[in-house]
Protein backbone atom coordinates (compact mmCIF):
# COMPACT_ATOMS: atom_id res chain seq x y z
CA UNK A 1 0.00 0.00 0.00
CA UNK A 2 1.53 3.10 -1.24
CA UNK A 3 1.36 6.88 1.15
CA UNK A 4 -1.49 7.92 -1.50
CA UNK A 5 -3.49 4.81 -1.13
CA UNK A 6 -2.81 5.02 3.13
CA UNK A 7 -4.01 8.96 3.10
CA UNK A 8 -7.48 7.74 1.45
CA UNK A 9 -7.92 5.48 3.91
CA UNK A 10 -7.43 7.97 6.65
CA UNK A 11 -9.44 10.52 4.89
CA UNK A 12 -12.59 8.11 4.75
CA UNK A 13 -11.89 6.62 8.24
CA UNK A 14 -12.00 10.63 9.31
CA UNK A 15 -15.37 11.21 6.97
CA UNK A 16 -16.84 8.38 8.60
CA UNK A 17 -16.22 9.63 12.29
CA UNK A 18 -17.57 13.12 11.13
CA UNK A 19 -20.73 11.36 9.94
CA UNK A 20 -21.29 9.75 13.29
CA UNK A 21 -20.33 12.40 14.80
CA UNK A 22 -23.12 14.30 13.25
CA UNK A 23 -25.26 11.89 13.79
CA UNK A 24 -24.94 11.36 17.55
CA UNK A 25 -25.64 15.38 17.43
CA UNK A 26 -28.71 15.25 15.66
CA UNK A 27 -30.10 12.51 17.99
CA UNK A 28 -28.84 14.26 20.67
CA UNK A 29 -31.02 17.44 19.46
CA UNK A 30 -34.02 15.49 18.53
CA UNK A 31 -34.19 13.76 21.80
CA UNK A 32 -33.38 16.93 23.91
CA UNK A 33 -36.20 18.71 21.95
CA UNK A 34 -38.89 15.38 22.92
CA UNK A 35 -37.67 15.88 26.47
CA UNK A 36 -38.86 19.38 26.54
CA UNK A 37 -41.95 18.92 24.70
CA UNK A 38 -43.15 15.82 25.15
CA UNK A 39 -45.79 13.32 23.13
CA UNK A 40 -48.46 15.62 21.66
CA UNK A 41 -52.06 15.22 21.71
CA UNK A 42 -55.38 16.40 20.13
CA UNK A 43 -57.30 19.19 20.55
CA UNK A 44 -59.53 21.39 18.83
CA UNK A 45 -59.81 24.99 17.31
CA UNK A 46 -62.20 27.09 16.26
CA UNK A 47 -62.17 28.13 12.75
CA UNK A 48 -65.52 30.10 12.94
CA UNK A 49 -66.97 32.38 15.36
CA UNK A 50 -69.88 31.00 17.82
CA UNK A 51 -72.61 32.77 19.29
CA UNK A 52 -72.90 32.81 23.02
CA UNK A 53 -75.95 30.23 24.26
CA UNK A 54 -75.81 28.20 20.70
CA UNK A 55 -75.73 24.47 21.49
CA UNK A 56 -72.44 23.29 20.45
CA UNK A 57 -73.61 20.25 18.79
CA UNK A 58 -75.33 22.10 16.26
CA UNK A 59 -72.04 23.82 14.98
CA UNK A 60 -69.35 20.90 15.27
CA UNK A 61 -68.23 22.18 11.98
CA UNK A 62 -66.83 25.21 13.41
CA UNK A 63 -64.26 23.12 14.97
CA UNK A 64 -61.18 21.95 13.70
CA UNK A 65 -58.62 18.85 14.49
CA UNK A 66 -55.51 20.05 15.49
CA UNK A 67 -52.04 18.31 17.72
CA UNK A 68 -50.29 20.10 20.23
CA UNK A 69 -47.76 19.00 22.85
CA UNK A 70 -49.67 17.95 25.72
CA UNK A 71 -47.32 19.59 28.09
CA UNK A 72 -48.21 22.49 26.14
CA UNK A 73 -52.30 21.57 26.58
CA UNK A 74 -54.50 23.43 29.13
CA UNK A 75 -56.05 21.05 31.63
CA UNK A 76 -59.78 22.62 30.51
CA UNK A 77 -58.75 22.02 26.76
CA UNK A 78 -61.62 19.45 24.98
CA UNK A 79 -60.60 16.41 23.68
CA UNK A 80 -63.45 14.63 22.39
CA UNK A 81 -65.83 16.15 20.21
CA UNK A 82 -68.04 13.70 22.38
CA UNK A 83 -67.71 16.39 25.42
CA UNK A 84 -70.24 18.75 23.58
CA UNK A 85 -73.35 16.83 23.91
CA UNK A 86 -75.80 18.65 26.21
CA UNK A 87 -73.51 22.18 25.76
CA UNK A 88 -74.05 25.40 24.93
CA UNK A 89 -71.60 28.13 24.25
CA UNK A 90 -71.63 30.03 27.69
CA UNK A 91 -69.91 33.05 26.00
CA UNK A 92 -69.52 34.20 22.23
CA UNK A 93 -66.25 32.01 21.10
CA UNK A 94 -64.06 33.93 18.84
CA UNK A 95 -62.23 32.32 15.41
CA UNK A 96 -58.75 30.81 16.36
CA UNK A 97 -59.63 29.90 20.06
CA UNK A 98 -58.70 26.46 21.62
CA UNK A 99 -62.05 24.91 22.61
CA UNK A 100 -62.09 24.87 25.71
CA UNK A 101 -64.71 23.30 28.92
CA UNK A 102 -65.07 26.45 30.11
CA UNK A 103 -66.26 28.23 27.68
CA UNK A 104 -69.61 25.93 27.95
CA UNK A 105 -71.93 24.97 30.38
CA UNK A 106 -74.97 22.17 30.55
CA UNK A 107 -78.28 23.58 28.60
CA UNK A 108 -80.97 23.87 30.87
CA UNK A 109 -83.12 21.17 31.08
CA UNK A 110 -86.78 20.16 32.04
CA UNK A 111 -87.74 19.22 35.94
CA UNK A 112 -90.68 16.27 35.95
CA UNK A 113 -93.68 18.14 35.28
CA UNK A 114 -92.17 21.08 33.67
CA UNK A 115 -92.69 21.75 30.00
CA UNK A 116 -91.36 24.09 27.52
CA UNK A 117 -93.32 27.05 26.40
CA UNK A 118 -91.93 29.54 24.23
CA UNK A 119 -92.91 33.14 23.40
CA UNK A 120 -91.83 36.43 21.38
CA UNK A 121 -91.32 39.39 23.61
CA UNK A 122 -90.50 42.71 22.40
CA UNK A 123 -86.56 43.62 22.19
CA UNK A 124 -86.72 46.61 23.42
CA UNK A 125 -88.81 46.48 26.15
CA UNK A 126 -88.68 42.62 27.36
CA UNK A 127 -84.99 41.44 26.95
CA UNK A 128 -82.38 44.76 26.27
CA UNK A 129 -79.95 41.59 25.90
CA UNK A 130 -79.02 40.74 29.36
CA UNK A 131 -81.28 37.42 29.48
CA UNK A 132 -79.85 34.52 28.51
CA UNK A 133 -80.42 30.51 29.13
CA UNK A 134 -80.18 29.59 32.35
CA UNK A 135 -81.31 33.02 33.73
CA UNK A 136 -83.78 33.29 36.29
CA UNK A 137 -86.84 36.08 35.25
CA UNK A 138 -90.06 37.48 36.96
CA UNK A 139 -92.36 37.58 34.18
CA UNK A 140 -95.13 40.81 33.88
CA UNK A 141 -97.87 41.74 32.01
CA UNK A 142 -99.79 45.05 31.55
CA UNK A 143 -103.41 44.64 30.99
CA UNK A 144 -105.62 47.66 29.67
CA UNK A 145 -109.12 48.58 31.53
CA UNK A 146 -111.15 47.17 28.53
CA UNK A 147 -114.69 47.77 30.39
CA UNK A 148 -116.10 51.41 31.35
CA UNK A 149 -114.52 52.53 34.44
CA UNK A 150 -112.02 49.56 34.88
CA UNK A 151 -108.33 51.06 35.19
CA UNK A 152 -104.81 49.68 33.30
CA UNK A 153 -103.17 47.14 35.70
CA UNK A 154 -99.62 45.62 36.05
CA UNK A 155 -99.43 41.51 37.05
CA UNK A 156 -96.73 39.54 37.72
CA UNK A 157 -97.94 36.60 36.23
CA UNK A 158 -95.41 34.14 36.78
CA UNK A 159 -91.93 34.68 39.15
CA UNK A 160 -88.98 33.22 38.99
CA UNK A 161 -89.37 31.56 35.90
CA UNK A 162 -86.37 29.86 34.18
CA UNK A 163 -85.11 30.55 30.90
CA UNK A 164 -83.77 27.61 28.76
CA UNK A 165 -82.94 29.09 25.74
CA UNK A 166 -83.02 32.44 23.98
CA UNK A 167 -83.63 33.22 20.19
CA UNK A 168 -82.34 35.64 17.32
CA UNK A 169 -83.56 38.67 16.81
CA UNK A 170 -86.75 38.50 14.35
CA UNK A 171 -87.97 41.74 12.81
CA UNK A 172 -92.05 42.07 12.71
CA UNK A 173 -94.64 44.36 11.98
CA UNK A 174 -96.91 44.75 15.35
CA UNK A 175 -100.94 45.73 14.59
CA UNK A 176 -101.20 48.16 17.81
CA UNK A 177 -104.43 46.55 18.18
CA UNK A 178 -103.63 43.38 18.52
CA UNK A 179 -102.17 41.00 21.02
CA UNK A 180 -98.84 39.88 19.70
CA UNK A 181 -95.25 39.45 21.19
CA UNK A 182 -94.86 42.01 23.95
CA UNK A 183 -97.28 43.97 22.42
CA UNK A 184 -100.74 45.63 22.31
CA UNK A 185 -103.99 43.55 23.82
CA UNK A 186 -106.99 43.73 21.70
CA UNK A 187 -109.08 46.72 21.69
CA UNK A 188 -112.26 47.97 19.42
CA UNK A 189 -111.48 50.32 16.73
CA UNK A 190 -108.70 50.58 13.71
CA UNK A 191 -105.28 49.55 14.31
CA UNK A 192 -102.15 50.70 12.91
CA UNK A 193 -98.73 48.59 11.93
CA UNK A 194 -95.20 49.81 13.32
CA UNK A 195 -92.39 48.04 12.96
CA UNK A 196 -90.16 46.26 15.82
CA UNK A 197 -87.87 43.47 16.59
CA UNK A 198 -88.82 40.33 18.84
CA UNK A 199 -87.16 37.52 20.83
CA UNK A 200 -88.05 34.04 21.11
CA UNK A 201 -87.35 33.06 24.74
CA UNK A 202 -88.16 29.58 25.78
CA UNK A 203 -89.17 28.98 29.54
CA UNK A 204 -89.50 26.01 31.69
CA UNK A 205 -92.73 25.94 33.42
CA UNK A 206 -95.42 24.35 35.17
CA UNK A 207 -99.09 23.87 33.44
CA UNK A 208 -100.17 26.81 35.19
CA UNK A 209 -97.91 28.84 34.80
CA UNK A 210 -97.59 28.08 30.88
CA UNK A 211 -101.13 29.21 30.45
CA UNK A 212 -100.52 32.41 32.38
CA UNK A 213 -97.79 33.08 29.56
CA UNK A 214 -99.51 31.78 26.79
CA UNK A 215 -102.42 34.23 28.44
CA UNK A 216 -100.52 37.36 28.97
CA UNK A 217 -98.66 37.07 25.44
CA UNK A 218 -102.18 36.64 23.48
CA UNK A 219 -104.22 39.52 25.70
CA UNK A 220 -101.92 41.72 27.43
CA UNK A 221 -100.87 45.36 26.40
CA UNK A 222 -97.14 44.42 27.13
CA UNK A 223 -95.06 41.69 28.36
CA UNK A 224 -91.88 42.47 29.82
CA UNK A 225 -89.06 40.07 32.04
CA UNK A 226 -87.04 40.97 34.82
CA UNK A 227 -84.01 39.35 35.34
CA UNK A 228 -83.83 38.38 38.63
CA UNK A 229 -80.46 38.33 40.76
CA UNK A 230 -78.72 34.71 42.13
CA UNK A 231 -79.94 33.75 45.35
CA UNK A 232 -82.85 36.26 45.51
CA UNK A 233 -85.89 35.65 47.44
CA UNK A 234 -88.67 35.91 44.95
CA UNK A 235 -91.67 35.03 46.43
CA UNK A 236 -94.95 37.16 46.27
CA UNK A 237 -97.72 37.65 47.92
CA UNK A 238 -101.09 38.21 46.20
CA UNK A 239 -101.01 41.93 46.95
CA UNK A 240 -98.06 42.54 45.46
CA UNK A 241 -98.06 40.62 42.61
CA UNK A 242 -101.11 43.34 40.93
CA UNK A 243 -100.10 46.75 40.78
CA UNK A 244 -102.49 49.94 40.00
CA UNK A 245 -101.62 53.38 39.95
CA UNK A 246 -105.05 54.27 42.37
CA UNK A 247 -103.45 51.10 44.90
CA UNK A 248 -99.79 52.64 44.69
CA UNK A 249 -99.68 54.61 47.86
Known amino acids: MNARQRRGIVLLLLSVLCAAGAFAGVLSVVDDAESKVGPGATAYRLRADVPAYRPLTEVEDSFEKISMPRRWLPATAVTDLRDLAGKIAVTPLRKGSL ?17 EIAIMIDAATGVAGKITAGSRVNVYATFDGKEQGAKPVSKMIVSDAQVLAVGKLTPFDRDSGSGTAGGSGSTGGA ?59
Not at 100 to 111: G, S, T
Open 99 to 115: LQRDMMVDRPQLRPGQQ
Open 191 to 249: TTRRAGEAVPITFALDTKDAQRVAYAESFATHVRLALVAPGSDTAAGGADRTYTLDGDK
